[in-house]
């Protein structure tokens, strides 16, 4: 006579949880444990059936004990739900960083970066994002003391040694980042930090400029905030100052979009001895080409690079002498008024380039015809007070169509071409990471009008980003779906006949493998 656990569906769509034995070929209900009417709490009550059978006779004495009605027995009620496989995941990467010790063990400043990875939301909603995943939350006023202790306490220059820490023992730091991007603010006034002024939303609300450096995998290493109206070019070498100064590197090789290419920020880094690998302005090509136009012409092949210098100011190079077939290899002692410049041919980049071009070649024809409005668009030029297609600048767009453009101060002994390039594309890193914190971590709207309250804010979202991206690292996987395959893994406390008990989540096999590539990664 062995008890084992019944299952039976009710009317009402419920499961009713049994404890039954056979006796003779007939089966006895020994216990009603309740009705289960979700899979959380079905598992809870088997799971209490499976405790009072291995408990033995002392607990359950099955031949002494009557059979009992469903209806003598109170049903099972939940008391509570918890997230904790989700919940430590996210604490334990948070501690890993060292970002607990940095902040002193600030609770409210962990659970705003923890919160805003489960569900980006303003400050006041934390605590209700928290107390659905069974997390005991501070209240809201603790967390915007917490801002204002974020700003005083110097969280943020803490969090950035913790990250290069994080970098210096696991990564690489021969080779950083740089971009920029705007926040903007839904307010018609501005003030000494948020300004007006080249947004690239193309919005008119106030704004600031977000300036962030991230190592070559995309993990945060500085961020940075300046007034709205500022030049984005003035914010590239105040960053990586500060950033070579608190880490105490002497040779770094930064690598930004031609937004950052100004003579001085170029000429400004290499004085520094530091390296850079920046985009090239297309308008730049005629010129570091025109050499090689001249003795092979401009029809290119896939793949094909170019590896020549261009002028250091000026449009014109005083360095190149055209009737040299060759090019020169750059050097800073042989070509002192020059960068070295790479250019690479893509036929995908060319097709795309064209598409590009046929479409504002098109427009710009019917703003001539009279079929569109003018607007500020490309290849139409005033010629005698009337609207022309400027031909020439249309034959020379699609001359250069399918190159990209390079300008570094590394040698070619150093550092090969397709290394050059190689580094550059990794910029989408620097990129990725901006989506991540303004669309997945939403940065914006911000939720706040004073400059500590914004500093503190970024400071936040600085923590989340690396959190997200160590975690991304380790899994293989985004932030956004590790929460949404972790966050329905509920531990659930039910209590049946006076009795609680904790019914673990049945782990998934995207689960699991999370577990286990943190588990290897050191976790």
Known sequence: MSPYIRRVRTASGATAVQIAVK????????????SAHTEAELAALVQAGREKIQAGQGVLDLAGLAPQSASAVASAVVESKRCALLWDVLTGAYEALGLGEATGGDQAFKQMVLARLIEPTSKEQVPVVLGELGVDAVTARSLFRCLARCT??????????ACLSHVITGGDLSLC??????????????????????????????????????????????????????AETSTLIPMIEGFRKNAGIEHLVIVADAGMLSAANLEALDQAGMGFIVGSRMAKAPVDLA???????????????IDTITPR??????????????????????????????????ARRFARDNKTLTAQENRARAVVAGDKRPKATRFVTVRKGDQVLDDKALARAKRLAGLKGYVSNIPASIMQAGEVIDSYHELWHVEQSFRMSKHDLRARPVFHHTRDAIEAHLTVVMAALAVARHLQNATGMSIKRLVRELRPLQEVTISVNGHQITAQPQITQTAQQILNNLNAAGH
Do not use: M
């Open 177 to 230: 980042l740089y971009d920029v991007t705007t926040l903007y603010f839904e307010t018609d006034n501005e003030d000494g930090l948020r300004k007006v002024g080249y947004s690239k939303e193309r919005r008119v609300d106030p704004q600031v400029i977000v300036g962030l450096l991230v190592d070559r995998a995309g993990f945060p290493l500085r961020i940075g905030c300046w007034e709205g109206n500022r």
């Open 23 to 34: 006796e003779r070929g007939t089966r006895r209900i020994v216990e009603h444990l309740g």
């Open 313 to 346: 100011h000026g449009a014109t190079s005083g360095e190149r002498d055209q009737s040299v077939r060759d090019e020169p290899v750059w050097d800073p002692q042989s070509h002192p008024g020059s960068w070295r410049a790479i250019w690479a041919y893509s």
């Open 152 to 161: 005083s306490n110097d969280y943020r220059s803490r969090i950035q040694g």
């Open 291 to 305: 050499a090689h136009f001249r003795w092979h012409g401009d029809a290119l092949v896939d793949g094909q690079v």
